[in-house]
């Protein structure tokens, strides 16, 4: 289809001496090149040399002249100055959500007459009237029942604020579920998988955008103030994410570089965890440890600033009114005895009981919403688990009541002006009064009433929150798995308190646990159940430990926390190898290549290789014999992301590799810019161009969109050594030659297909490119 009109065009544009003008298309960078598709995986080899290059040559033009010295000096610190400004974007959302999730959550009980704004304890600070024995009874505050009935006593009142209870969280839960199914269906779950599988190089468009950004904190406040069984933790390192991709845009460095881009979102993940429990250290060990899967220096050093300016911008809004960064400060006041450390492994062995357990029961339940017809009504399930969770919490206080405030009561440790029934025991008369601390004592009726109701809230939390976490609203994990762990741990501390009290004379209290002393704290233990519970369902362990003693305040602990922690993810090992989030990779298909998972199988790169015994031969561009058109058909003909350029096809000798994407686009500009490129000119990858025939139409040099280096490994490669060239140096594909012939061409997904099967599970669930 070489029509005339082009002919003479293309003789028109003809040197002097008849030889066609070539446009090489290095002269100036066509736009497109070198970027990807979405659900695509970015090459970091790539990325990484492009970076070096622009590197290299702002480093040699600084020298010439003041303008670039200046230039190199802001490019320097650009990095540090986007690193602030995520710190102070994320701080501010985090302070924002915290304070209207406290008040949205109160909303529910009643209101404020002095202003509707106020929360509950913001209501009562001003009133004058209240008293320290009642100090959450105050006139300005008013129960629904007191509003709409006129008292807060009897059946009628009870069932009024009952049905308000449920009735706002519908109201909440309807809210947020519509924003996310109407705005940005990405908004929803906690992030982190996702989170994970981008930092390993592959590309979702949209999933860390501004309308992402803007439903996902609007949101998390709705599902966090409707009081299902979720925590607002993961879905911040979301927003952080999102807030350090949207301000990426503004320094050209970041924007044109995907690997350089990946540094940032590891830091922001830090920044995440940071305003999300004031933890800024634990921050950056949970995105080292947890999410990234390239971790330099430098971004170790970027995340600790960021994580440090989001820190001080959370702290100087306040939140929490109590001017420390985190809600569950504690001050305990015994030390902890050598023989508590048996209670403390059985409570990490709890943990990783019930952490195998979750992540066995949820995925079961996450793959039903999937493959029934649960899946096609989002907003009915929601609604339906809400109605649910509210009917089955109000009757009992402590489900009642916002996760974190029953967490932050079961850390407390009983004092003499505690008001609380897990507090109400028996009196013994006080004879050193100079402390806080009181001697063990025996339990009153309070007490007992107590525990029977955080056995029910044990139960009903450990089943909602499987049902909950992976519903179309933003959901945590880590606020749920730290109650339920709190709950369990609170119980046995009473348990042994009382045990030490009545039986102090038992073999393993004798000795340290006198009549009238204070032995034990059950507010430790609760803490100590609390990091179990974390690490058995997330499999986390440094990172879990420095978080839980930033978040509580108790540097003592730390043995304790850490004995807890490594029993509890020993033990959830043994039970299921991933943790929670890599459990959710997996089942949505994500290609992520795990880093912690051992490939041991005896297989060689050629087992794994495509094009496989029975498949047509794989499929090639030579470097000089064809045409646009014998290209435009291959690549019409075909859906591979790149194709490998070889010398010609009976030799089979390779050349490079070229990109799918790159190849279109160069096409298509050359068409529009370059005269009289038509269906019959001949596309060269080589250095030179051979003189062409007279009135044969020009011919398209594309030399400059090939990889030159491309990554080969000879068909006997053992499987292992390729599985960890894959990982670490994040390729996306492989060539495998044999005497230096192509012989066939393997990609991340052929080997996350390989490593399914070799594991019998179905090779055809990992979905991406």
Known sequence: ??????????????????????????????????????????????????????????????????????????????????????????????????????????????????????NHEHCCWNSNETTFQERDKCPNWKSWAELIVGTNDGPFAYIMNYLMYVCWALLFSFLAVSLVRAFAPYACGSGIPEIK????????????????????????????????????????????????????????????????????????????????????????????????????????????????????????????????????????????????????????????????????????????????????????????????????????????????????????????????????????????????????????????????????????????????????????????????????????????????????????????????????????????????????VTRMTVSLVVIMFELTGGLEYIVPLMAATMTSKWVADALGREGIYEAHIRLNGYPFLEPKEEFSHKTLAMDVMRPRRSDPPLSVITQDGMSVEDVESLIAETSYSGFPVVVSHESQRLVGFVQRRDLVISIENARQRQEGVVSASRIFFTEYTPPQPPNSPPPLKLRGIMDLSPFTVTDHTAMDIVVDIFRKLGLRQCLVTHNGRLLGIITKKDILKHMAQMANRDPDSILFN
């Open 1 to 118: 289809n070489v029509n005339v009109n082009d002919l003479h065009r293309g003789k028109a544009e003809n040197g002097p001496n008849g030889v066609p003008k070539l446009m090489d298309l290095l002269d100036e960078p066509v736009p497109g090149v070198g970027t990807y598709e979405d659900f695509n995986t970015i090459d970091w080899v790539r990325e990484k040399s492009k970076d070096r290059d622009r590197h290299r040559e702002i480093a040699t033009k600084s020298k010439e002249s003041v303008l670039a010295l200046m230039k190199s000096i802001s490019d320097a610190f650009s990095g540090w100055l986007l690193m602030l400004l995520v710190g102070l974007m994320s701080g501010a959302l985090a302070g924002g959500i915290d304070i209207s999730a406290h008040w949205m959550t109160d909303l529910k009980e009643g209101v404020c007459l002095n202003g509707f704004w106020f």
């Open 197 to 536: 599988t981008i930092l390993s190089g592959f590309i979702i468009r949209g999933y860390l955008g501004k309308w992402t950004l803007v439903i996902k904190t609007i949101t998390l406040v709705l599902a966090v103030s409707s009081g299902l069984s979720l925590g607002k933790e993961g879905p911040l390192v979301h927003v952080a994410c999102c807030c350090a991709n949207i301000l990426c845009h503004l320094f050209t460095k970041y924007r044109r570089n995907e690997a350089k881009r990946r540094e940032v979102l590891s830091a922001a993940a830090a920044v995440g965890v940071s305003v999300a429990f004031g933890a800024p250290i634990g921050g950056v060990l949970f995105s080292l440890e947890e999410v990234s899967y390239y971790f330099p220096l430098k971004t170790l050093w970027r995340s600790f600033f960021a994580a440090l300016v989001a820190a001080f911008t959370l702290r100087s809004i306040n939140p929490f009114g109590n001017s420390r960064l985190v809600l569950f400060y504690v001050e305990f006041h015994s030390p902890w005895h050598l023989l508590e450390l048996i209670p403390f492994v059985l409570l990490g062995i709890f943990g990783g009981i019930w952490g195998a357990f979750f992540i066995r029961a949820n995925i079961a339940w996450c793959r039903r919403r999937k493959t029934t017809r649960l899946g096609h009504y989002p907003v009915l399930e929601v609604l339906v688990v809400t109605a649910v969770t509210a009917l089955l919490a109000f009757p009992n206080s402590y489900t009642r009541m916002s996760t974190s405030e029953l967490i932050s009561e079961l850390f407390n440790d009983c004092g003499l002006l505690d008001s609380s029934q897990l507090c109400n025991y028996a009196n013994v008369s006080v004879t050193k009064s100079s402390s806080n601390a009181l001697p063990d004592r025996p339990a009153g009726q309070d007490v007992y009433t107590a525990m029977w109701q955080l056995s029910l809230a044990l139960v009903f939390k450990m089943l909602i929150t499987v049902v909950t976490f992976g519903m179309k609203v933003p959901s945590g994990l880590f606020i749920p798995s730290m109650a339920v762990g709190a709950i369990a741990g609170r119980l046995l501390g009473v348990g042994m308190e009382q045990l030490a009290y009545y039986h102090h004379d038992w073999v393993i209290f004798r000795g340290w646990c006198s009549p009238g002393a204070d032995c034990i704290t059950p507010g430790l233990y609760a803490m100590v159940g609390a990091a179990a519970c974390l690490g058995g």
